[in-house]
């Protein structure tokens, strides 16, 4: 299992954070997905097939492209 957390800039409110949840937790392999509005960050538990270039990729197509 992995572990990464990226830093989204364009975080700003609850409905940001619950899209990335929602979009990051439907790839196969995403155990678990925490935001934080205060810290712009967004820390995802994962495990293959999932990759970190899935993810980094995903949140870039929902715009929300990490830094």
Known sequence: MDKQT????????????????NELKELDGVSSVQSSIADKTVTVEY???VTKDKILT???EINYPAS
């Open 6 to 21: 990226f830093h989204i800039s364009n975080i700003s409110c609850g409905h940001c954070t619950r899209t990335i949840e």
């Open 58 to 60: 995903t949140l870039k």
């Open 47 to 49: 495990q293959a097939p």
